[in-house]
């Protein structure tokens, strides 16, 4: 079983890249696209942080798919960029996860000192 879901995992690697930087993306966009200036909720105006994640880390995954069929056409210098922008791509879908979850970690108001049960300082 293990070596049957390897073997398709190996034969169908551009199509699993391809739809795991779409799920990522599509997800960006569905949290970025709602409104949510209105909200009373601070998590809805933190979400912009989980969907800027979404959407670059989908362009860096799409960038496993066709990064190594450039390289085929273009020059080296221009391959090599290409992988640089790539890794930074993966640093910056990173840094906004990473400030999704310090503006989730930040203190409650005052007002919601009540919640104890929540794994933050209030």
Known sequence: MTETLSRFFELNQPLVYFVYGLVFFVLGLAILLPSRSRSRLS??????WLALFGIVHGLHEWGDLFIPIQAVFLPRTAYAMLVGIHQALLVASFACLFLFAVALLRPLPVGWAWVRWLPVAS
């Open 43 to 48: 998590l809805a105006r933190r979400l912009k």
